[in-house]
């Protein structure tokens, strides 16, 4: 039987928390390269946070997915067909080419990947985007020095495991924030994090009290809400907050009021204490960055100082209820999905 493509459309914009039903699978013919085009087979898919803002038409820094498209993501596989130069059967890539089996991708979209380097699914997390964003985000605006105290929330999670190593190899005292026992366990024990805090605990304040007796310099966010609430207070003098992602948020409606949103600081220390508190997105400046973020990062993986845990999800038709899972916190690592 001929190969047919599958692919996951957005059938409808969810409210609030995403259903099964927002998405759509079907079966499609294989598609032809045009000329200048390569034909990707898709053999992991990534399944981000922020593919949530892509779901909704609330205004942002990047498009909505249309109703009726191809989930937005990236994908590390290979070249099936080429017409376009530099490229050849056989050859693995790296780019955007969304929830589906084969897509076709103009080069310029595409990074080759050689596979002996490391796990071809690495591409898509620690030798990655998620990766990317740790090591832009804390160059950038953490800037962690030696003897100083970095929080990193979703410490077990994609971006905090790679932002939490950083943090050690650069000489700080690391405190990961994660939901539950077995992920605290894999930050402090397999990740080397000097300590990790249960947020599913009602006592997160006074964890952080103990964990942090010098306080904290650096908060990498990746979450939000009461989590965030109970770190600000306990930011130094100069303190940063490295404005990740707030993923306890993305389910609330845009616009909603107070009781529609979770808890957050009272800002008001921010002139007292000097804090920087700064948003990016990684892909403002990163790609340009991504070949020496990739030597460093295998450099640092070569030399057994960066390890990292992938939650890998089989088959495609499985990627909504895996993105749902991501959103309540049931992935437990990087979430990927071996497409076939
Ligand atoms: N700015 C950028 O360019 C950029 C790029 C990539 C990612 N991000 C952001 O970085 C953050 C982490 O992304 P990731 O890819 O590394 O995801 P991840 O940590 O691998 O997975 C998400 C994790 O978030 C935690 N979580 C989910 N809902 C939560 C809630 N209501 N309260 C507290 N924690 C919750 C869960 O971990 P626990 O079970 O441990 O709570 C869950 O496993 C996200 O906010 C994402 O949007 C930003």
Redesign the pocket.
Known sequence: MAETNLQILLRRRPQGMPAPDDFEIVETPVPEPAEGEVLVRARYLSL???MRGRMSDAKSYAKPVELGAVMEGQTAGEVVASRAPGFAPGDTVLGGYGWQRFSCVRPERLFKVDPQEAPLSTSLGVLG??GL?AWV?LEDIGQPKAGETLVV????????QVAGQIGKIRGCRVVG????PR?CAFVTQELGFDACLD?HADDLAAQLDRACPDGIDVYWE??????QAAVFPRLNDFGRMV??????Q?NVAPGADAAGA?PGPNLGPVVRKRLRIQ?????DT?WPRYPAFRRQMLGWIREGRMKWREDVVQGLRNAPEAFIG??????????VVAVD
Request: aromatic share 8%.
């Open positions: 981000d946070p922020y985007m998620p964003t985000g929330s979703a410490a077990s999670g994609a971006v905090g924030i994660a939901g539950g992920k947020h990746n979450v939000g809400g009461p989590v404005m990740c992602g707030m993923i306890a993305y979770p948003g990016f997105i990684v892909s990163g991501l959103l309540q916190g049931r992935n437990f690592g990087k979430l």
